[in-house]
């Protein structure tokens, strides 16, 4: 008899454990989409992509990439979808950042973009705009390494994240400097 009252709340315990992760799933995304954030920039690309240009509640700069472009910001919000954590992509001393940058501004932005091959060249452009590039001077680099480098190490990683809905089709790619 007691093995049987086990049995039956051991049941009970592995029916209710569905119902406890999707609250538990559903609370940290409403608690991600009560972050503050302002959209600074709004642009549509040759590539057909939709990219925001965003400064968050700490003032860090996020490009934010629709990769579906079909479905509007408020679309995309309503959907359940999930945010993969940040990886670093590349990373570059704040030297190397601010001679490309200058390179930029002197010979025109494609010869940056080879340099930053794996950043997609809308996120470069709407970094460097973010950071005012164009309003810095005629050397702007090593204010916008500086800009870029927001915690202060001497070296600028370029970091993404995606979010996929329930089935891991990809619907926003972010990407920030640190």
């Not at 503050?36 to 642009?43: D, H, S, W, Y």
């Not at 940040?86 to 340099?115: D, E, K, Q, R, Y």
């Not at 993404?160 to 640190?178: C, M, P, Q, S, Y």
Request: hydrophobic fraction near 40%.
């Amino acid at each position: 008899m007691k093995m049987k009252k086990m049995l039956i709340a051991g049941v009970f315990v592995l029916a209710l454990s569905p119902v406890i992760s999707t609250t538990v799933a559903s609370t940290t995304v409403y608690a991600e989409s009560q972050k503050q954030e302002e959209v600074l920039q709004e642009k549509n690309l040759d590539d057909g992509k939709k990219y925001e240009l965003i400064q968050e509640d700490d003032g860090s700069i996020v490009v934010r990439v629709y990769e579906n472009t079909g479905k509007s910001r408020a679309n995309v919000a309503s959907l359940p979808t999930y945010w993969g954590s940040w990886s670093t992509m590349v990373s570059f001393s704040n030297g190397f950042v601010a001679g490309a940058v200058n390179t930029g501004l002197a010979l025109g932005i494609g010869h940056v973009l080879s340099i930053f091959s794996v950043i997609p060249s809308g996120v470069l452009e709407a970094l460097l705009e973010g950071a005012s590039w164009t309003d810095l001077g005629s050397m702007p680099g090593n204010d916008v390494a500086n800009f870029w480098d927001i915690n202060n190490d001497g070296s600028v990683s370029f970091q993404k994240r995606t979010k996929a809905d329930k089935w891991g089709n990809v619907e926003l790619t972010e990407w920030r400097t640190i």
